[in-house]
């Protein structure tokens, strides 16, 4: 599975973004996770292909939404009210159905990285 990510930018401290996943092939869970400067890989958020299971982290519920449009493979993440702290390289990611979905080093595939900066 090839995963194309992109969408990043810069914004202003309330802004939106919307981050794109195109995927090659199906898997059974997406990811979003990100990587501030100095910090490590956290997880954001994932959902099922098959819909009906999503997870975030704590950090960005009732601002960050995941969907999937079937029809094209890809996965978005609409991000809304977003803050400095947001800041970071986003990557999508797609594994199979076991292990947790929060839990990084359980993805087999990863697309490589797009900025999202959040200026106050």
């Known amino acids: 599975v090839q995963l194309q990510a992109s969408g990043g930018g810069s914004v202003q401290a309330g802004g939106s973004l919307r981050l794109s996943c195109a995927a090659s092939?199906?898997?059974?869970?997406m990811g979003w996770f990100r990587q501030a400067p100095g910090k490590e890989r956290e997880f954001v958020a994932a959902?099922?292909?098959?819909?009906?299971?999503?997870d975030y982290a704590d950090s960005v519920k009732g601002r960050f939404t995941i969907s999937i449009d079937n029809a094209k493979n890809t996965v978005y993440l609409q991000m809304n009210s977003l803050k400095p702290e947001d800041t970071a390289v986003y990557y999508c990611?797609?594994?199979?159905?076991?292990?947790?979905?929060?839990?990084?080093?359980?993805?087999?595939?990863w697309g490589q990285g797009t900025q999202v900066t959040v200026s106050s």
């Open positions: 990611a797609a594994k199979g159905p076991k292990g947790a979905t929060y839990y990084d080093r359980g993805y087999d595939y």
């Open positions: 092939g199906r898997s059974y869970v």
């Open positions: 959902i099922r292909w098959t819909g009906g299971s999503i």
